[in-house]
């Protein structure tokens, strides 16, 4: 785990609207589980049921914590320990988040290397509150907005606009692309390439010439070594608050809505639309042009080849509805010979 910022109870109970018991001087200088917790660390303890993958702790846990402040539920301050400072509120799954980011931020970074090539014409919006890390390149044309991070051998093409308080990691490689607001683009993600456009004349393959851009909303983050590929005659488009894990392919043409998440491994081929809030497990294969309704959830390692509604969940290769496939999957196992 990174480094820890040092705070205290009372200023995370000011900063985040937390009803405060206790010494407000209590020192925080780290997170940990509540189980492991150590003196000087924040923990939380919570019996929000939000989803299966989320295990409530039995009581003891809370009870015999070391933590030295504890994130709760009104109902469970009786089971603290008495020397604990209490920040009391009703989701701490919810506030432990945000708690995370303030204890872990990172330091401002500002300042643009002597070793970075920037070519003349690139527009800095406040060249000062930028930071660009040694052997950078960025091409002119380009738009920088304030507050952008962008790291050692990063590459940021002609006329790429990067918006306000966006982190680009080292090694991405960003070209025919607008990105928004507050988006992390992760070391080694490509941005804007050419996609895999061909046609086929006279038995050769010929290659289809590229004219769309990428265009990426705020608050997305791009996952390492992922690839987006600018549009053929449309733009590829990423909707605000989607989030793109490692290594996925996401081919010309793509519409992506907003709040989407793509688990790692995820390919969509040309001309696919997805709708907002759609999951789509590790390794979900989409066929070019397939349409996925608001929504809609599909299950790891599925292969999609036909449209699917809006809100449900398919899964399987080919992927059909769930209940389905698990009728399916089920017959199978009753069926098929144990021998």
Known sequence: MGRAAQTTAGALAEKFGLELRGNPETVVSGVAPIADARPGQIAFYSTERNSNAFKILPVSVLENTRASVILLQPEMVPHAPTDAALLVCNSPRSEIIKIL???????????????????SGVFFRNRRSVYVGQFATIERGAVIEEDVKIYPNTYIGKNVTIGRGTVIYSGAHIENATIGADCVIYAGASIGKDGFGYTRQDGHNVFITHVGRVVIGNRVSVGANSCIDRGALTDTMIGDGTKIDNLCQIAHGVVVGSECFLASGVGLAGGVKVGDRVLLGGHVGIANGVKIGNDASVGANSGVFRDIPEGETHMGYPAGPGREFLRHYAWIKKHVNKD
């Open 101 to 119: 980011g303030e204890v872990y931020r990172e330091p401002p970074r500002r300042g643009i290397s002597g070793r970075a090539y920037i070519e």
